[in-house]
């Protein structure tokens, strides 16, 4: 076989040996788009959350809205799950970011850098957490309910976000989120009336503020 047609093949082989490494390189910066992930964006995983969620309640043999659009007072919640046990109310925001995210206290906006690169700015889950409080409680002094445990926690579902974000903010990934359901504070019987409370919050709800 002629030298030269020999160099040509060894060129043609080491170009495929290159774009070959090129394409690997690509997908693992691409964070698997290629494969056809979902975009990691705040509803990635939610469902997760709220099966969670339903599995608590139906467990206790409490009551459940999900999603719940609360609107009172001027004040907007947007609440993956509403979960009305004797305890009280314990509403449920679900974030399913990824990549890195950054945040800290008094910021009104966190960040969400992508594998990509990409600069994603969302409302702070903290005060999102406060107005969605503030929400369920306008609704339920509406009902004449003004004794009634309000919480409100947000969830990291992805389970490869990276949380640059002090611990005192109290994030909580999915995790933490279903071991936190077996507390003890929620099997305390505050003498409340599901019926009651549950009517409130619905009473409450933004018109398409249920699926």
């Known amino acids: 076989m002629p030298e030269t047609l020999l160099a040509t093949l060894a060129s043609i082989f080491g170009l495929l040996i290159f774009v070959v490494l090129m394409v690997v390189i690509y997908r693992r910066r691409d964070g698997g788009k290629a494969k056809g992930k979902k975009p990691q964006g705040r509803e990635f995983a939610r469902d997760k959350v709220v099966s969670a969620a339903r599995g608590f ?8 809205i999900a ?3 609360l609107s009172r ?4 919640a947007n609440l993956d799950a509403v979960v009305v046990g004797y305890f009280g109310v314990l509403g449920v925001i679900s974030l399913g970011y990824g990549g890195e995210v950054y945040g800290g206290a008094g910021e009104d906006t966190w960040l969400q850098v992508g594998a990509d690169g990409s600069r994603t700015r969302f409302e702070s ?3 999102e957490t406060a107005a969605a409080v503030r929400a369920v409680r306008d609704a339920l002094f509406s009902g004449k309910m003004k004794k009634v445990p309000v919480e409100v926690v947000y969830v990291f579902a992805n389970p490869n ?3 640059a974000v002090p611990r005192s903010m ?3 990934r999915l995790k933490q989120f279903k071991a936190s359901l077996k507390d003890d504070r ?3 019987d505050s003498g409340l009336s599901l019926d009651d409370v549950e009517a409130a919050l619905r009473a409450a709800l933004a018109p398409g503020g249920e699926s």
Not at 58 to 63: E, I, L
Not at 73 to 76: D, I, L, R, Y
């Open 161 to 163: 976000v990276q949380l």
């Open 73 to 76: 007072g001027g004040t907007v």
């Open 186 to 188: 929620y099997l305390q």
């Open 170 to 172: 109290a994030p909580m």
């Open 57 to 64: 309640a139906s467990a206790n043999s409490f009551r459940i």
């Open 67 to 69: 999603p719940a659009r």
């Open 125 to 127: 889950p903290v005060n």
